[in-house]
């Protein structure tokens, strides 16, 4: 079985470039993440928006909800990556 690699550092750049974002400015980002990277970003169709950007999906009623939620999925798969303290 092959692991579904995710590219932690791109990951992190990108949250880092959202930081402090909102409205347009934030989807613009988010947009132009999912071009380059052959990663979806639609508007609600049928009631819902969708985002699957660096292998982490997320459907929402608004482009603000998935990427509000593409965001805390993205810290916490991050988190869920490092390793233990000890």
Not at 31 to 38: K, L, Q, R
Not at 51 to 80: F, Q, Y
Request: proline content about 3%; hydrophobic content about 45%; charged content about 25%.
């Amino acid at each position: 079985m092959t692991a579904l690699l995710i590219d932690h550092e791109t990951i992190r750049e990108l949250l880092t470039r959202l930081e402090g974002l909102s409205g347009d400015a934030r989807r613009e980002v988010i947009f132009t993440a999912a071009i380059e990277s052959g990663g979806i970003f639609h508007g609600p169709v049928a009631g819902n928006a969708a985002l699957h950007l660096h292998r982490i999906p997320v459907v929402g009623a608004t482009e603000d909800e998935v990427i509000d939620a593409w965001i805390r999925k993205a810290s916490e798969r991050l988190s869920d990556d490092l390793p233990a303290a000890s």
